[in-house]
């Protein structure tokens, strides 16, 4: 399982249906993942004010990768 840092840089490689639609866009970790049981919190996916109203999108390590 690979393993991404607060602050690193990833692109998303799958998504699945709650995430459709963001494969190849890139955004910032933001959580990474052990405090919320594996899912990797991304900033960057959606605009700030998205976002800020509805969070921001948490995917597995494997539909991740490094920038």
Not at 2 to 17: D, H, L, N, Q, Y
Not at 29 to 57: F, N, P, Q, W
């Amino acid at each position: 399982m690979a393993m991404f840092s607060k602050g690193e840089r990833v692109t998303v490689v799958a998504a699945g249906p709650e995430n459709a639609g963001t494969e190849g866009k890139s955004g910032t970790v933001v959580d990474d993942g052990s405090l919320s049981g594996g899912d990797i919190a991304v900033k960057g996916i959606d605009g700030r004010i998205a976002e800020a109203i509805k969070g921001y999108r948490a995917y597995t390590a494997d539909q991740l990768k490094r920038a």
